[in-house]
């Protein structure tokens, strides 16, 4: 049980470009969903929290126009990286909590590269 | 200012002794305690957790234990298997009970198991 997906699993874009990662919690519904990042060598960083049907809250220094997140189910989060930049390569995971404990279980992720 | 630290950055142990990961935080909110296995391009896979009103909690060869006066916490693996090797971040969080917040990371610690 607690099985989360991500789609794609990597994704190479051009600067400029807008680009969708898809998290899915495939086994429970996910009352709450997180999206973090990690750099090389770097510890992961949360970047927003989503809450089905509600608007995502950002960490401090996440751009909420550059970073949009869509919670449209309880299955179903995603993150759209827009106008992407090379300084936006990194590798992004999602996680997914069902509401009954603090456990978050985490997707594979994806790793972004901008050329 | 890191609020979860990880201070070996790596930690070698012979295949069938105990390896035991540290882990050190700084901000009393934190309720709820988690380790994560992870290997490199793939997500954290949830391992065990401890909630602040407990001091040990344990699951087959794993038991974290949690020093709550000294905001410390540890992971002993016993015995360890070659299978063990790769980075165990350690995780912290209010623990609503609810899992509506983030985690805070640590930078991880890479444990290798020689045979």
């Known amino acids: 049980g607690a099985v989360v997906s991500q789609h794609p699993s990597w994704v190479i874009c051009k600067s400029g470009t807008s680009v969708k990662i898809e998290c899915r919690s495939l086994?429970?519904?996910?009352?709450?969903m997180f999206w973090y990042r990690q750099f090389p060598k770097q510890s992961l960083m949360l970047m927003a929290t989503s809450n089905e049907g509600s608007k995502a809250t950002y960490e401090q220094g996440v751009e909420k126009d550059k970073f949009l997140i869509n919670h449209a189910s309880l299955t179903l989060s995603t993150l759209t990286v827009t106008s992407a930049h090379p300084e936006d390569s990194s590798f992004y995971i999602c996680?997914?909590?069902?509401?009954?404990?603090?456990?978050?279980?985490f997707g594979p992720g994806t790793r972004l590269t901008v050329l | 200012d890191q609020q979860v630290k990880q201070n070996s950055p790596s930690l070698s142990v012979q295949e069938g002794r105990i390896s035991i990961l540290n882990c050190d935080y700084t901000n009393s909110m934190f309720d709820y305690f988690l380790w994560y296995k992870k290997y490199p391009a793939e997500g954290p896979t949830f391992l065990i957790s401890?909630?602040?009103?407990?001091d040990k909690n344990e699951d087959g060869r794993f038991t974290v234990f949690l020093n709550k006066s000294a905001k410390h916490l540890s992971l002993h693996i016993v015995p360890s298997q070659p299978g063990d090797s790769a980075v165990y971040f350690c995780?912290?969080?209010?623990?609503?009970?609810?899992?509506?917040?983030?985690?805070?990371f640590g930078k991880g610690t890479h444990l290798i198991i020689q045979p």
């Open positions: 995780a912290a969080g209010p623990g609503t009970g609810g899992g509506a917040d983030g985690l805070t």
């Open positions: 996680s997914a909590n069902s509401g009954t404990t603090d456990t978050q279980y």
């Open positions: 086994d429970f519904q996910a009352t709450t």
């Open positions: 401890i909630s602040s009103i407990k």
